[in-house]
């Protein structure tokens, strides 16, 4: 399984960026889809998640900025981000969780967001 993760750049505080992740089997195959982000030094986070579903989980730090939606005509998982601020700068990483094992097993390759203050 691969997934292909884009959309990444640099942005302006307070601007607006659209990622998106395109998995290479179906999005209904995977448990949940998730967006995580590593900032520089620090460790991977899971940032916001879809399932199957369409139950959206978010983390604290990113409610009421960041939207996780699907397209399954597409077979795209988006994330809207607005209101960017420069502690949002890191790269961003899609990963597909398995049904059986209820893990992230499948990992794209990451896109680098930044902002400028």
């Known amino acids: 399984v691969q997934l292909q993760a884009f959309g990444g750049g640099l942005v302006q505080a307070g601007g607006s960026l659209r990622l998106s992740c395109a998995p290479s089997?179906?999005?209904?195959?995977?448990?949940?889809v998730g967006w995580h982000r590593q900032v520089a030094g620090k460790q991977r986070e899971l940032i916001a998640s879809?399932?199957?579903?369409?139950?959206?989980r978010y983390d604290d730090s990113v409610k009421g900025r960041i939207t996780i939606s699907k397209d399954t005509s597409r077979n795209t998982v988006y994330l809207q981000m607005n209101n960017l601020a420069p502690e949002d700068t890191a790269v961003y990483y899609c990963?597909?969780?398995?049904?059986?094992?209820?893990?992230?097993?499948?990992w794209g390759q990451g896109t680098l967001v930044t902002v400028s203050s």
């Open positions: 990963a597909a969780k398995s049904i059986a094992s209820g893990e992230y097993l499948y």
């Open positions: 879809i399932s199957r579903a369409g139950r959206t």
């Open positions: 089997e179906r999005i209904y195959n995977f448990y949940a």
